[in-house]
């Protein structure tokens, strides 16, 4: 059996294990510990996942399924393709970013990560602008913090990552079902989360995870 663990996420010390449908088929997630830290982690036969849709599909599942079970908790979200050869490599890492992942669970405790993406309909007559000022200043007035995101096509009116605190979400989901009502002729609301913050932790992970 490989000792290659692929990591997920981090959190504070506690013991989990639970079924998954995890990446590179992995079905079984736990964690691995040092200090005040755990790591989430599945055993993978590789050091280099592809990162397919399905993989990545299933990287975000996972640190969806520990953000929300059993009453939720906070994670500090590790990039996709962080396999570490062994648990010693992986403890070396929590042991070195330690003070790095405790600030970082600290700040953002208690929130979660959305994105919405405004898609504008095809052929549609539809002023971009003023909609995402419009959008913008809704969602802004529901969370803490934002992330623009690319832009990557002509129809894509808006993309953003939104950082909503837990008690807030009713109000953040009441603020997308608005723009939603009032642009629903013209565009597509697309909405996804709740994600752990992606977008707004600032911890480079992933290049240290290929470790010995």
Do not use: C
Request: charged share 30%.
């Amino acid at each position: 059996m490989s000792e290659n663990l692929y990591a997920y996420g981090v959190v504070e010390n506690e013991e989990l294990e639970f079924e998954v449908d995890g990446v590179a088929g992995a079905t079984s997630a736990y964690t691995v510990s040092h200090g005040p830290l755990a790591a989430i982690v599945t055993d993978i036969d590789t050091m280099d996942p592809e990162l397919s849709d399905e993989n990545a599909r299933a990287h975000d599942d996972v640190l969806q399924t520990v953000l929300l079970d059993d009453g939720g908790r906070t994670v500090v979200p590790m990039q996709f393709g962080s396999v570490f050869k062994n648990g010693r490599a992986l403890k070396n890492v929590l042991r070195g970013g330690r003070r790095a992942f405790t600030k970082a669970l600290r700040e953002i405790d208690g929130y979660f990560e959305f994105g919405v993406k405004l898609v504008a309909d095809e052929d549609a007559s539809i002023d971009a602008e003023a909609v995402r000022e419009d959008a913008v200043e809704r969602f802004a007035a529901a969370s803490v913090n934002e992330s623009e995101n690319d832009r990557f096509s002509d129809r894509l009116v808006m993309n953003r990552s939104y950082l909503v605190d837990r008690d807030e979400r009713i109000a953040f989901d009441e603020a997308v079902d608005a723009v939603t009502d009032d642009y629903g002729d013209v565009l597509t609301v697309q909405y996804t989360g709740p994600w752990p913050p992606y977008n707004f932790v600032d911890i480079e992970i992933g290049a240290q995870g290929n470790q010995r």
